[in-house]
């Protein structure tokens, strides 16, 4: 799948038209040529393989609940700026309160796992970056929350 991807002239239908080839394992894998060849110094391979891998990311997010898709996004923003952007859209207000606040639950499921994985620098920033996402989130919550009353 990832040859088909590098290959294409449009990397985004290939990965839309292969969409339930895009598991955990092509992403892994996918991964693991992006590290090899940032160690061997390829920066044009390395930027092919990102291309690639944004492609069946993107693809792959679109088949995701909207509560997480948000989520996602709200991860990758590079901070609390690009965060208070993206939730000041009235759909991120909409998705945070549907189907039952399910982003809030999601979320908490989340803190949960990595409040439980071993002690590190890694954990002790992904729980910040959760923590954050969910001080911003419950505050757009409450915000669009009074909007619709």
Known sequence: MLAKLLEAADPAAVAQAHVTSLNEEFFWTADTYIKMAKKEGEAEVVARLEAAMRAAFEAKQATLRPEIQLLNRLLGAEGPAQRAEI??????????????????????????????????????????????????AAAAAERAAAGAA
């Open 87 to 136: 939730l000041a859209g009235t759909e991120a207000g909409q998705q945070l309160l549907m189907n039952d606040r399910y982003f809030f639950s999601l979320l908490e499921r989340m803190v949960g796992d990595v409040s439980r994985q071993p002690e590190g620098e890694q954990r002790v920033q992904l729980l910040a970056r959760l923590e954050a996402v969910q001080a911003d």
